[in-house]
């Protein structure tokens, strides 16, 4: 951990938060008597913010914003193992998921090259239906300004024939296109 | 002969091509018809479930729409990111809260009656591994493999239903029936550093140059995997992981399917055992060869 956190809880304290958090992820993160089995089998502890446990925590306490900005929730990987191992059953990885969908929705991401690469991801699939590799990594290198990111792993993907100059475009692609448009359209009649 | 649907995903159509091609001449030998989800979509993968659960559901669940129509009750895919993506479509189609929204947006026909598996569960469960032992044809003479199966393939054991979570040994046996050397393995379900390759491979080299590191440990030659994403982590990416831990790791990282496909007889090219970056022809070895005894003297 490279800094100490100061925090005055009463400052920022936001008392919707837990129950945003709850409804959101479906799970009870009241439950959560700090026992740390989740940080203790995550192995991504070494370059977050605030461990997973604390996170929990953090969320009990109502500090929206230090949990909806932390770098944490977008550096986990969903890899599971603190769901697994958590004794309240609490699906601790689901959430992150819902944190991190949170943090999108009130512009608090902070880590955007993460976002950028999922969003790029999704673009790929809403314009050929299938995600599309050689043409995802440069326009992210481009968008993310890295424009020589993984450059080394290209002669060796060229070498063994892996590197496709062509999308594979599939037949159905304005019928996935059409999930994402209903998705938005369902969204915007249930926030009206 | 049984008609299973298959879902390849992206990734077996890129990067891990070795994967669907021995996936396919696997099944092919062991008597497994595999109907090609027709004209398939990706399932969106992290990316969509970081966005909305609903639209990581929707577009797994088209996949399935298609493959019920097609008249199959069980997918098969090899990679376990899609196979999450897919058994979030059916417990979504399934939970009352949210059927109506998920139905609304996948737009299809939807019955959410069809079964999603693994390749490994496929091999494991309904072949088994006493039936795999017998159709072994190039038993290994004394090649050792370690297994790594990586995060979701158990994981969250509630919803993957397959296997130990904390110690999977469906790997370790199907290996072991072909004749394979199992060292246990303490790393075999620590994560590799998932999709941060790209944005920040800083973590892969850490985390996949932990597990390469234990396999040389427990005296492994290769490491067998069973997700295109691991493979590429521990593969595609040693180099990288030998810059960021100055290591020189030359460890062959082969999938689950061409490990058994060789013991089956399958020819290395059809099992695009080429196309990995590591060189893994120790797969063929008839036997190691004795070591040069030291000359005495006198």
Redesign the interface.
């Known amino acids: 951990m490279e800094h100490i956190h100061t925090l005055s809880i009463q400052n920022t304290y936001d008392a919707d938060f837990i129950k945003r958090v709850e409804e959101a992820s479906g799970q009870q993160v009241s439950k959560c008597y700090q026992c740390g089995n989740c940080s203790a089998s995550c192995?991504?502890t070494?370059?977050y913010d605030y461990p997973v446990n604390q996170i929990m925590r953090l969320i009990q306490l109502g500090q929206r914003e230090i949990v909806l900005k932390s770098r944490s929730i977008w550096?986990c990987?969903?890899?599971?193992?603190c769901?697994?191992r958590c004794p309240c059953n609490i699906?601790v990885?689901h959430v992150m998921?819902s944190l991190?969908?949170m943090s999108?929705e009130e512009k608090m991401v902070s880590?955007k090259?993460?976002q950028l690469?999922?969003?790029e991801?999704?673009r790929s699939?809403k314009t050929f239906?299938?995600?599309f590799?050689?043409g995802l990594?440069p326009v992210?290198n481009m968008k993310?300004k890295r424009p020589f990111?993984?450059m080394?792993?290209a002669p060796?993907?060229l070498k063994?024939?892996?590197l496709?100059l062509l999308p594979?475009r599939?037949?159905?692609?304005k019928?996935?296109a059409?999930?994402?448009e209903?998705?938005e359209a369902?969204h915007k009649k249930h926030e009206a | 002969m049984k008609r299973i649907a298959y879902y390849q995903g992206c990734s077996l159509e890129g990067l891990a091509s070795e994967y669907d091609i021995s996936t396919r001449a696997v099944c092919d030998a062991l008597g497994i018809e595999l109907i090609e989800i027709p004209d398939w979509n990706c399932c969106g993968s992290s990316p969509a479930h970081s966005a909305d659960p609903l639209l990581s559901s929707a577009l797994a669940g088209r996949n399935l729409a298609i493959a019920e129509a097609e008249g199959c009750d069980v997918v098969m895919t090899p990679c376990p990111g899609c196979l999450k993506s897919l058994k979030g479509a059916l417990e979504t189609c399934h939970d009352p809260q949210q059927c109506d929204a998920f139905r609304e947006i996948l737009g299809m026909p939807f019955e959410g009656r069809i079964r999603a598996i693994s390749v490994l569960e496929l091999l494991y469960k309904d072949v088994g591994v006493d039936a795999l032992r017998a159709q072994v044809q190039k038993p290994y003479a004394d090649q050792v493999i370690v297994p790594y199966y990586g995060c979701l393939l158990t994981r969250p054991p509630k919803f993957a239903d397959f296997d130990d979570p904390e110690n999977p040994v469906s790997m370790d046996r199907l290996l072991e029936a072909v004749g394979v050397t199992v060292p246990d393995f303490p790393y075999k379900t620590e994560c590799c550093g998932a999709t941060y390759g790209v944005t920040r491979n800083d973590i892969v080299g850490k985390l996949t140059g932990r597990i390469l590191d234990m396999a040389l440990r427990v005296g492994a030659e290769a490491v067998a995997v069973a997700c295109p994403l691991c493979q590429q982590n521990l593969d595609l990416r040693q180099a990288q992981v030998n810059r960021h831990m100055n290591r020189t790791f030359d460890l062959p990282v082969v999938y689950i399917t061409q490990v058994i496909g060789i013991a089956l007889g399958i020819a290395p090219k059809e099992l695009g055992l080429d196309k990995l970056f590591v060189n893994a022809d120790f797969l063929l070895r008839s036997a190691r060869e004795e070591e040069p005894q030291a000359k005495t003297i006198g």
Do not use: M, P, W
């Open positions: 192995n991504y070494y370059v550096l990987a969903s890899c599971q193992a769901t697994t699906e990885s998921e991190r969908i999108r880590l090259d993460i690469f999922y969003d991801f999704l699939v239906g299938r995600v590799e050689t990594l992210f993310a990111g993984d080394d792993l060796l993907v063994k024939g892996k496709h594979s599939i037949k159905g692609r019928e996935v059409g999930i994402f209903r998705l369902f």
